[in-house]
């Protein structure tokens, strides 16, 4: 087993508030695992990941990582954020190097490194490029090849796809599958969307909101790689909808007007499943 988060509760205290954000979460991630955090906007999803990655200070409670207790960042652990957070002045390849430079890996190393992963992520034609030169997807794809370099068992992926269109989402969901299938790292993979979530997740856990908590897990099974359009996969998105469309709801009234009341497809977005940000 390599992360275990063990009675974590987080409150953030405000001028005018205390906001409970997280209650007494207990989650085992297993070696090798990929697991979805899924829960309505607000719920903590981004905070849990923070505490796991050593950004953030748990209230209390604690993480446990290959038996050691976080109390920061380390480099078993690598982070993607929704933005790609890259070098402009950087080309491609600079970029793809750049943590390992600053780890003190020798040039010839790095090199034949980041062209591993850029050959991974498809990108090896663009290694002498400027971030600007890139789509969104493309960008995203070269952060994914960076985080790969540090060789860390952990990567927590916080909507690393969220803000791409849906064609490029489905085409990094695929790559994604692919790159764990070869890797086999723990993938800890936050998002909003229950579609991406069944296609990508070993475990997909589901939280409610106020304070944030384990509503249910659901175990996935499916053969690899899965395809969007699998039916599988929509019965299984159908019913954890079910378990999200409860707190959504929840999180909406105490969000919106007193007189709001859901609509069909605020709570069910036709489109891609994206619970939350409807709201
Ligand atoms: N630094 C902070 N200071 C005060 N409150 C915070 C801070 N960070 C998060 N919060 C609050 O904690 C709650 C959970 O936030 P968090 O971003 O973890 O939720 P989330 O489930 O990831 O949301 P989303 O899906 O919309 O990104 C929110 O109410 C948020 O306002």
Redesign the pocket.
């Given at each position: 087993m390599s992360v275990v988060v063990e009675n974590i509760s987080k409150s953030?205290i405000?001028k005018n508030d205390t906001?409970n954000?997280l209650s007494n979460i207990n989650i085992e991630f297993h070696k090798g695992e990929f697991v979805c955090i899924l829960?309505p906007?607000?719920?903590?999803?981004?905070?849990l990941l923070n505490i796991i990655a050593g950004l953030e200070k748990e209230t209390s409670g604690r993480v446990i990582c290959n038996g050691k207790e976080v109390k920061g960042a380390g480099p078993d652990r690598v982070v993607m954020f929704q933005e790609p957070a890259l070098f402009p002045w950087l080309k491609v390849i600079d970029n793809v190097e750049f943590g390992m430079k600053l780890a003190g890996i020798p040039k010839d190393e790095r090199r034949e490194k980041a062209m591993k992963y850029l050959k991974m992520v498809h990108l090896t034609r663009f290694q002498n490029c400027y971030i600007h030169e890139l789509s969104g997807g493309m960008r995203q794809r070269v952060a994914l090849a960076r985080a790969l370099t540090l060789d860390s068992d952990i990567l927590l992926m916080d909507e690393p796809f969220a803000a791409l269109d849906s064609q490029t989402k489905n085409i990094l969901q695929l790559e994604l599958q692919q790159i764990w299938l070869e890797t086999k790292k723990n993938i800890i993979f936050?998002t909003?969307n229950v579609e991406e979530a069944v296609l990508l997740a070993d475990r997909v856990i589901v939280m409610s909101a106020n304070p944030g908590t384990i509503k249910k897990e659901f175990h996935i099974q499916l053969a690899r790689p899965r395809q969007p359009e699998n039916i599988d996969l929509a019965y299984l998105a159908a019913d954890i909808m079910k378990e999200l469309k409860e707190e959504v709801e929840k999180v909406a009234k105490a969000e919106f007007d007193t007189n709001w009341t859901s609509k069909k497809d605020l709570i069910l977005p036709d489109s891609d499943s994206d619970m939350?940000t409807g709201i």
């Open positions: 953030f405000t906001i954000t829960g906007s607000g719920c903590g999803k981004s905070t936050v909003h939350g």
